[in-house]
């Protein structure tokens, strides 16, 4: 899904206070028929209208990783349980209380542009270890 929102306090910190409003994007990532990341995508209107606004079915990870002239910032990777979602628009209806969860952010940076990318590994830590 996509929407523009209002930039939060938030959303000026990450992006140095140069949007009004942000588009948000998410997605879920499968495997095997299995969800296996929730992506969400906070994008500056400059990044819109200069880079991003007619990617159409284009991956955004395709147009960010294949242009060298996206800058990134240090990869930023949390957890948390199922209890203590930060996702507000997106349950995760199996989640046990308990169950621990990865999470990872990096800010792209090209001239006035910028895009955040979020994204939630849908597996346990359990799996997160067999994965590896």
Not at 71 to 97: D, K, W, Y
Request: hydrophobic share 35%; net charge negative.
């Amino acid at each position: 899904s996509e929407r523009w929102l209002t930039a939060s306090s938030g959303h000026n910190k990450v992006f140095d206070n140069q949007s009004h409003r942000v588009l948000c994007r998410e997605v879920l990532l499968y495997c095997d028929d299995v969800a296996t990341v929730y992506a969400q995508s906070w994008i500056t209107e400059a990044a819109y209208w200069d880079e991003v606004g007619e990617l159409g079915e284009t991956p955004l990870g395709e147009v960010l990783f294949s242009d060298e002239s996206w800058g990134r910032s240090e990869l930023e990777v949390s957890n948390f349980n199922g209890q203590n979602t930060p996702i507000s628009c997106f349950t995760l209806e199996n989640a046990q209380a308990s169950q621990s969860f990865y999470a990872r952010r990096r800010i792209f940076t090209k001239g006035q542009s910028q895009i955040m990318v979020c994204e939630v590994f849908l597996f346990g830590e359990k799996d997160a270890i067999k994965c590896t």
